[in-house]
């Protein structure tokens, strides 16, 4: 029944090894450190939304990724979550429940859980399609209830609260930014190592054989659906804990919360970090954040850019950043990164001033399009000029098209150095491309 | 000798097509059974109703005298009962370690558990290494399952069926596709993991199952014509029939 390796002592697999415990450690430096480095509100303010996003983006990634159910409806969770605690809140402002602030998202995690136990009892019969589309439909019914249930959703004003009536600890009511900070960097710790350790559990490594292959998982003893079901449960929980850091920091939760965009942003950054390693989606959240927050100040055309970046993504590297990152361990194994820096100068640079070039022109067309009449003036990378001169046309198109041709040009030895690269050194035949 | 696996009047129709009628046999306890038979005579829809893919239209199938009707494959699978599939039937993207230490995991008595570190026990990291030492995958261990070539595969497919510890094995053609050197390697391979196990396979290839098996039986249209000891079935008439009928058919 049970195994009798857990008692013996001689032999301790995967005891705590320095590789295995270094990324949690630097992990939780960085997080202790960054509001020393980054001090400024605005600055603070991103990180909060940052953390937020990547617990959520984890917990999306327990489904999409380790357990291959393509969820349309998991801002569902969080929203639930984040509602429940806003209720909480409340009560704590109004004396009738007296918990510490830092418990509230746990709270939050079990209102998520709650739901998650109700739908998926249900959903996660099937995954594929079925699974899909059951989540669109809870997603769009619990969307379009949050204008009915006025008592639990608060109608279309929400439910706002003040955080700082909790039982103080240390003497911190966190009535400042950085109190919430060191809040939701705790949670995000925790929540991160909850998760990987839940993909280390006998349920989590059935949950990936049952995205691989359900059929031959039933062969092994186990239902997949009561995997799936237990995935399904701990993600709605993780979910449900990103809600109560959101309704921690914002203090303010709203149907925006629970509808169908958030449902898909959420499914975007996932992808777009990569699915298929288990940190893709932190790098998917930080990526987004910053892109929404600092790309959204510079342009309106942000979301056309973010969009680009996802179609790109989607069709060229379908492992995400992660799996970008992931590629260049072969490489890196072999000792061969030296060999890819130039040819990724001379491919990925011009590349790059390309795209630019290509916004460019998106932005000087917009602006002629949409500024007011007489209004030519613009600004561009530092550089001010009239959007209705035609040399700036010129230049602009100019310069993107050398650029991506010479991007063009140059890609036949990027793929030569990087088949080089990948080739392990003792069986690497003749010639150092150049 | 008791019945490892006993079928009772099976019987099985898509719709009007009848393709397992009335079928009875006995597989005794440690007997190696092979079930031979031309194409379509039902070899595949037989396994799929004794493993519960399938539910029979009529008659019962026993395990060591348990009733299997109404179970499902996962249930069917924690009696003791372990099939491999025509059809290669891996989890390509997990590593050739990781597939055998999922097949390990029930039988190891983890079940749903979410408390436990599966690389902290012993029993399960052990095993799995001694299950890819006894198909000659320990080299492999951490290539993704889907790179394996495809007599690796069918090798790592046979691992994943016997890992559980199921004393009941059934094989679907496990040597289809081989190639005479890679068939014997699998024939040796399953002759040594399956020892003291019963052994049901459906198999194409007759040298491999007049070499293997205890009792041969032979399936066509649904029924079993024969059963018995390699020579007898061979000498059997009606087998020759059957088999000399449908040569001439197909000319």
């Known amino acids: 029944m049970s195994d009798h390796a857990e008692k013996a002592p001689m032999h301790r697999y995967g005891g705590l090894t320095l590789g295995a415990v270094a990324p949690w450690l630097i992990g939780a430096l960085l997080l202790a450190a960054m509001p020393y480095v980054f001090s400024s509100n605005s600055a603070i303010t991103i990180m909060n939304q940052m953390a937020i996003t990547i617990v959520f983006a984890l917990s999306y990634n327990m489904l999409l990724g380790q357990g291959g159910m393509l969820s349309f409806g998991h801002a569902v969770y969080m929203g639930i979550g984040g509602f429940g605690a806003m209720h909480v809140m409340n009560w704590m402002e109004d004396g009738a429940v007296a918990l510490p602030l830092p418990l509230l998202p746990l709270v939050a995690g079990l209102f998520g859980l709650g739901f998650a136990i109700i739908i998926g009892v249900f959903s996660t019969r099937k995954a594929g399609t079925v699974f899909a589309m059951i989540s669109l439909g809870i997603g769009e019914l619990v969307a379009s209830s949050s204008l009915i249930v006025v008592a639990f959703f608060g109608g279309e004003e929400g439910v706002s609260g003040d955080r700082t009536y909790g039982i103080p600890v240390f003497g911190h009511d966190f009535a400042s930014q950085t109190e919430v900070y060191y809040l939701i960097a705790g949670w995000l710790l925790l929540a991160t190592l909850l998760m990987y350790l839940f993909s280390r559990t006998p349920v989590g490594r059935m949950a990936n054989a049952v995205r691989d292959n359900p059929e031959r998982a039933e062969f092994l003893g186990y239902s997949a659906r009561w995997v799936r079901f237990y995935s399904f449960c701990a993600s709605g929980f993780f979910a449900g804990i990103a809600g109560g850091l959101f309704a921690v920091n914002y203090e303010i939760l709203t149907a925006e919360n629970l509808d169908l965009a958030t449902s898909g942003t959420i499914l975007l950054i996932t992808f777009l970090g990569g699915i298929g390693f288990f940190f893709g989606p932190i790098i998917g959240a930080i990526v987004f954040t910053l892109l929404q927050s600092v790309l959204s100040l510079q342009t309106d055309l942000w979301q056309l850019y973010v969009g680009a970046l996802f179609v790109l993504t989607v069709m060229f590297f379908p492992g995400g950043l992660a799996g970008v990152i992931m590629m260049h361990v072969p490489p890196w194994r072999n000792g061969k990164m030296r060999a890819l820096v130039r040819p990724y100068l001379a491919t990925v640079l011009p590349a790059g001033i390309g795209i630019l070039g290509l916004a460019s022109f998106l932005e000087v067309l917009f602006h002629v399009r949409r500024a007011a009449v007489g209004e030519a003036g613009m600004t561009l990378f530092w550089i001010h000029f009239s959007s209705h001169d035609v040399r700036v046309w010129i230049g602009i198109v100019l310069v993107t098209l050398l650029s991506f041709w010479l991007a063009r040009r140059n890609a036949p030895a990027l793929r030569a150095a990087w088949d080089f690269a990948n080739t392990p050194p003792e069986a690497a035949p003749k010639g150092d491309p150049k | ?251």
Not at chain 2, 55 to 60: I, N, S
Not at chain 2, 185 to 206: G, P, Q, S, W
Request: aromatic share 6%; with cysteine; glycine share 10%.
């Open chain 2, 1 to 251: 000798m008791s019945a490892a696996l006993e079928l009772d009047d099976l019987s099985k129709s898509f719709g009007k097509a009848q393709i397992i009628r009335g079928l009875a046999l006995s597989v005794a306890e440690g007997e190696r059974h092979a079930i031979i038979g031309p194409n379509g005579a039902g070899k595949s829809t037989l396994f799929n109703l004794i493993t519960g893919r399938f539910a029979p239209t009529g008659g019962r199938v026993r395990l060591h005298g348990q009733d299997l009707s109404g179970l499902a494959p996962y249930q069917i699978n924690r009696l003791g009962l372990s099939r491999s599939f025509q059809i290669t039937n891996i989890f390509p993207k997990m590593s050739v370690f990781e597939n055998v230490r999922c097949a390990l995991l029930w039988s190891t008595g983890y079940k749903y558990s979410f408390w436990n570190m599966v690389s902290r026990s012993r029993a399960l990291n052990e095993g799995a290494a001694e299950i890819l030492a006894e198909i000659n995958l320990a080299g492999r261990r951490d290539l993704p399952a889907g790179m394996l070539s495809y007599a690796e595969q069918r090798a790592l497919e046979i691992g994943i069926t016997i890992a559980g510890g199921a004393d009941v094995i059934m094989l679907d053609e496990p040597t289809a596709g081989m190639s005479n050197t890679e068939t014997d390697y699998i024939v040796d391979l399953i002759r040594k993991v399956t020892a003291n196990k019963t052994l049901i396979i459906v198999e194409h290839d007759m040298g491999v199952v007049f070499g293997l098996a205890d009792r041969i039986s032979v399936l066509v249209y649904g029924q079993i014509i024969a059963t018995g000891p390699p020579e007898e079935v061979r000498a059997n008439q009606r087998v020759q029939e059957a088999y000399l009928g449908a040569a001439l058919e197909a000319d």
